[in-house]
C-alpha cells in the first residue's frame, strides 16, 4: 500500500464516485493520538465544515465509534502513522456488516500540526474578506475554532488535502478553483456537552499539581484540590479511570442521567449503609480484567494472575448476590443481576478445584489440585516417595564404594537426573584424583564430588525426569483452564464495566451524604433553578460559606449582569452555578437544597487569561476567541459563565465590546438566549444606559457594608446595582499603606472633578540617597552573630518605617 495515495483497507473501501451524484456525502478526518481524538469532516449538502475539538476517549474508541454512527461518512482520512487502537478499529470496521465507509490513508507528515495550519490558512474560505492578511486570517480563524486543540487542527489538514486531491464538489472546473468552504461550525455528538479546556480550568474540575515526593508517584503529580478529587471515592482504579471519563464528557442523556441519580439516591440513605458496605468491600477485589485475560491469550499467567482472577470472579459472585437483594425497579441492579452470569460460578468453581493456591506460592508457579489429573497425581506420588527410596539405593551403593569413602548419598536434580553424591577425601587433591572405577564424574560441588552409577542410569530411564514430567503436565492443564476461562470472557468485561458503574455512583453517594447535597430535578426544559447553592470546593477552605439562590427560565432573567466590589464572591458565584450544573449532568448530587436544571448543550467561560505561544495572540485577543466561542457556538440551553470581560484592553473598547456582547445575546430572545451569569466592575455600563430594558436582563449585586471606614462583605446576593468599586476599602484590606490609599483617593476625586493632579512634594534623590545610607549603615553596624541582635524586630521597627517613608 502507498501511504501518499488515496488508498482502501480491503472491503473497508467503496469505488470512488459510488453512489448518485447529487446525494450529500459526509468526508471524515480522524486522528487518536495519547487519549485525544480529534475529528472535523466536510458537508458536500452545505459546504460546511464541521471540528470537534480535542476530546479524552479510550482505547476502544467509543467517541469515534458513536461519531461515525451519526455522521455515516462516505470516507474517513487518517494517517498512515496510527495508535494500534485506531488500526484495530478500522479492522472491526472493515469486517462489519453494512455500507462500509472508504478508508484513506495518507503520510503522517500531511498531519503536522503547522502543515496543517498553512493549508487551513491557505484554503478556500469564502466567508473570510480577501483583503486580510496572514495574520488577520489567523486571528479571524481563532475565534472560529480553537486553534489550541492539536489533534483536531491536525485532522483538518488532512480532511482539506483529501477534499483539494478529489477535487470535491469542483470535479468539472478549472484547477485554480478551490474546493468551496462556506462556514465552519462546531461539531457535538447528539448526547454531548460541550466544555472546553479553558472551562475545565475554571471550574477547576481537574487540577494535577506535583506531589511533595517524586517518589510518591511515578509521574511525580497528583490531583489537588479539585471537584474530580472530591468525587472520587471509587474503591477501584478502572471506577477512578469511569469517573474521569463520566467529567470529560457529561451528558444530556436524561435516561442515562436518571439511571444514575437513582443508584445515588438508593446509597444515599443511611439504612442501606450495611450494603454499601458489603458490596466496597467487594469491589475492591475487582481487578484489570483486561490485562488478565491479554495474559491468557498469550499463555503468560502466573500465580498472582490466578489469584486475582479468582478474587474477582468471587467477588462479583458476591455482587450479584448481593445486589439481587436489591429493589431491582432501579436499573442498574437488574442490568448486574442479568449480566452476571452463571459463568462467573463456573469460572470460580474450576479455579478452585485445578489450582493449589498453597502450592503454587511456596513453588512460584502455578500447581495443580490432586485428583484432577492421574499421571499427575502418579508422578507426584513418586516424587514424594523418592526421598525413602533413594537412602536405600545409597545404602547399597556405599556398599560397592572404596572403604576410604565413609559415606554417600543419592540425590535427584531436575533437568540432569539422578546422581551418586560422596564427599571429597583429603587425597583428591586433583582432578585425576577423582576418578572412581565404575563412575562417571559429573561435576564437583563445594567438597562433594557428583557421579553418575550404573543404578542412576538405571534411575533415570525407570523414573524419567519427574520434576519436569510434573511442571510438563501442570502446564498442559493450565492451558486447558486458560481456554475454558477464555470461552467466557464475554461476561468477565460485563463484570468490569458494570463494576465500574457501581463503583463510581457508590462513590458519588458517600460524597453527597457527606457533604449534604441534594438530588436535582432534571428536565428538558431551559431552566435553572437553584436554592441555596454552594461552591462544593470553596466550602471545603472557608470556614462560614454564604449560600446563594439562582433563578434562570424563560424570559425571567436569563442574562444576569453581576456588579460589585472585588473580593465580594462574584468570581465564586460564577464558579458555583457551573459547578453546580456540570455536577448534574453527570448524575451527581449537588451542593444546594434544592435544584432544577435542563440538560444544557455546552457550558462556556471567560474566566481567566491565558498565554499562547504557538499562536503568537495577546492575551486580551484570546479573550476575544472565548467570547466569540460564547457568542457563535451557545444556543438557548447553554451556560456561559463570563467575568470581568474587557479588561485586558483600553476600558472605553472594553465596555463597548461587552455591551455588543450581551446586547446580542438579548436580541436572541428567550427561546435563544443561553442562559449568561455576567460579572463586571464596569459601572458605567449601566449608569451609561448602554444596554436596553428587557425582561431577560436582570441587574444582581453582591451585598457590603461600610462599618466606619471598613468595608464589610456579606457575599448574599441581591437584585441591584453596586454603584461603587469601594478600590480604597479592598486596598486597605488589602494591606496597602494607608498615606498611599489615601493619595490614590485624592488623585481619584480629581479625576473625576476634571481638576488638575497636583504633584506631592516629595523629598530630592539626594535626601533619599542619604536616608538609604543611613539604613545600610545602621544595618550593616549590627553584630549579627551577637544572642542579644533580634533580627526580625529590627526589620520590623527600623528598616520596614524607613522604608516606608522613603517610598
Given at each position: ?522 428536565t428538558a426544559a431551559s431552566v435553572i433553578h437553584i436554592r ?39 468570581s465564586i458565584y460564577l464558579k458555583q452555578v457551573g459547578l ?137 446576593l441581591k437584585e441591584g446595582v453596586c454603584q461603587s468599586s ?82
Amino acid at each position: 500500500m502507498d501511504p501518499g495515495a488515496d488508498s482502501d483497507l480491503g472491503s473497508t473501501g467503496r469505488a470512488a464516485g459510488a453512489g448518485e451524484k447529487d446525494t450529500p456525502e459526509l468526508y471524515l478526518s480522524v486522528l487518536f493520538h495519547h487519549g485525544q481524538l480529534g475529528l472535523s469532516y466536510y458537508d458536500t449538502e452545505d459546504y460546511t465544515v464541521y471540528y470537534m475539538p480535542d476530546t479524552t476517549d479510550t482505547c476502544s474508541l467509543t467517541l469515534l465509534d458513536k461519531a461515525l454512527q451519526e455522521l455515516t461518512p462516505r470516507a474517513i482520512v487518517t494517517s498512515a502513522k496510527q495508535d494500534r487502537s485506531v488500526a484495530e478499529f478500522l479492522r472491526r470496521l472493515g469486517d462489519s456488516a453494512g455500507d462500509k465507509p472508504e478508508v484513506v490513508l495518507y503520510p503522517n507528515t500531511d498531519f503536522g500540526f503547522e502543515v496543517s495550519k498553512q493549508r487551513l490558512l491557505s484554503a478556500h474560505l469564502s466567508f473570510l474578506p480577501a483583503s486580510l492578511t496572514e495574520t488577520e486570517r489567523l486571528s479571524y480563524l481563532g475565534s472560529s475554532l480553537p486553534l489550541n486543540c492539536t489533534q483536531m487542527v491536525r485532522s483538518l489538514g488532512g480532511l482539506l488535502k483529501l477534499l483539494e486531491r478529489r477535487r470535491v464538489g469542483v470535479e468539472l472546473e478549472d484547477s485554480i478553483v478551490g474546493v468551496p468552504v462556506l462556514a465552519l461550525r462546531k461539531f457535538s455528538l447528539a448526547d454531548g456537552v460541550y466544555l472546553d479546556k479553558d472551562t475545565y480550568s475554571a471550574l477547576q474540575v481537574f487540577k494535577s499539581e506535583l506531589h511533595p515526593s517524586v517518589y510518591k508517584l511515578a509521574s511525580g503529580v497528583k490531583e489537588g484540590l479539585s471537584l474530580y478529587g472530591l468525587l472520587d471515592r471509587c474503591r477501584s482504579p478502572f471506577g477512578s479511570r469511569l469517573l474521569r471519563r463520566w467529567l470529560l464528557h457529561p451528558t444530556r442523556s436524561l435516561g442515562e442521567l436518571m439511571k444514575r441519580q437513582e443508584v445515588v439516591q438508593f446509597f444515599c440513605s443511611p439504612r442501606n449503609n450495611e450494603v454499601l458496605n458489603t458490596l466496597q468491600d467487594c469491589l475492591k477485589n475487582i481487578r484489570r480484567i483486561p490485562m488478565l485475560i491479554r495474559r491468557m491469550t498469550l499463555s503468560q499467567t502466573n500465580v498472582h494472575d490466578w489469584q486475582c482472577l479468582y478474587k474477582t470472579v468471587y467477588s462479583a459472585v458476591c455482587i450479584r448476590d448481593t445486589v439481587q437483594a436489591l429493589p431491582q425497579s432501579i436499573l442498574l441492579f437488574r442490568e448486574i443481576s442479568g449480566a452476571f452470569s452463571d459463568d462467573l460460578h463456573y469460572i470460580a468453581s474450576l479455579i478452585s478445584k485445578v489450582v493449589d493456591f498453597e502450592a503454587s506460592l511456596t513453588e512460584n508457579r502455578v500447581t495443580v489440585k490432586p485428583n484432577v489429573d492421574p499421571a499427575i497425581d502418579e508422578k507426584k506420588r513418586r516424587m514424594m516417595g523418592l526421598s525413602d527410596f533413594l537412602t536405600d539405593v545409597a545404602r547399597k551403593e556405599l556398599e560397592n564404594l572404596d572403604p576410604r569413602i565413609p559415606s554417600c548419598s543419592v540425590i535427584y536434580i531436575p533437568l540432569i537426573g539422578f546422581l551418586l553424591s560422596v564427599p571429597r577425601l583429603p587425597s583428591m587433591a586433583d582432578k585425576e584424583d577423582f576418578v572412581i572405577q565404575g563412575l562417571d564424574f559429573m561435576f564437583l560441588s563445594g567438597d562433594r564430588l557428583h557421579y553418575r552409577s550404573e543404578r542412576t542410569k538405571e534411575l533415570d530411564s525407570m523414573l524419567g525426569d519427574l520434576h519436569c514430567d510434573i511442571r510438563d503436565l501442570e502446564t498442559a492443564v493450565v492451558t486447558q483452564l486458560e481456554a475454558k476461562v477464555l470461552e467466557r470472557t464475554q461476561c468477565l468485561y460485563r463484570v468490569m464495566e458494570f463494576s465500574a458503574q457501581l463503583d463510581c455512583l457508590i462513590a458519588l453517594a458517600l460524597v453527597s451524604r457527606e457533604y449534604s447535597f441534594c438530588r436535582p430535578t432534571l428536565t428538558a426544559a431551559s431552566v435553572i433553578h437553584i436554592r441555596e447553592g454552594r461552591h462544593p470546593l470553596v466550602e471545603l477552605c472557608a470556614p462560614v460559606f454564604v449560600p446563594n439562590p439562582t433563578v434562570s427560565a424563560g424570559a425571567a432573567g436569563k442574562v444576569k449582569l453581576i456588579t460589585g466590589p472585588n473580593s465580594s464572591g462574584k468570581s465564586i458565584y460564577l464558579k458555583q452555578v457551573g459547578l453546580i450544573v456540570f455536577m448534574a449532568l453527570i448524575g451527581s448530587n449537588v451542593p444546594a437544597a434544592r435544584a432544577e436544571v435542563g440538560l444544557m448543550d455546552g457550558i462556556y467561560t471567560r474566566m481567566h487569561s491565558r498565554e499562547s505561544v504557538s499562536l503568537g495572540l495577546s492575551t486580551f485577543m484570546i479573550d476575544l476567541n472565548q467570547m466569540a466561542s460564547a457568542l457563535n457556538d451557545s444556543t438557548g440551553s447553554s451556560l456561559v459563565l463570563i467575568d470581568e470581560f474587557g479588561k485586558g484592553t483600553n476600558t472605553v473598547d472594553g465596555v463597548s465590546l461587552l455591551a455588543a456582547c450581551v446586547r446580542h445575546w438579548l436580541r436572541k430572545g428567550p427561546q435563544h438566549c443561553p442562559h449568561v451569569l455576567l460579572s463586571t466592575n464596569f459601572h458605567s455600563l449601566v449608569q451609561m444606559g448602554l444596554l436596553p430594558q428587557s425582561p431577560l436582563l436582570q441587574y444582581l449585586t453582591l451585598e457590603t457594608a461600610l462599618d466606619g471606614e471598613e468595608l464589610v462583605f456579606f457575599y448574599q446576593l441581591k437584585e441591584g446595582v453596586c454603584q461603587s468599586s469601594h478600590a480604597a476599602n479592598i486596598a486597605t484590606l488589602a494591606g496597602l499603606p494607608p498615606p498611599l490609599v489615601q493619595r490614590a483617593v485624592e488623585v481619584s476625586e480629581l479625576y473625576r472633578a476634571g481638576k488638575a493632579i497636583e504633584r506631592v512634594d516629595r523629598p530630592s534623590s539626594t535626601e533619599q540617597a542619604a536616608r538609604c545610607r543611613a539604613i545600610v549603615d545602621r544595618f550593616l553596624g549590627l553584630d549579627l552573630d551577637s544572642p542579644s541582635v533580634d533580627l526580625p524586630q529590627y526589620l520590623r521597627e527600623e528598616v520596614l518605617p524607613s522604608a516606608g517613608d522613603i517610598l
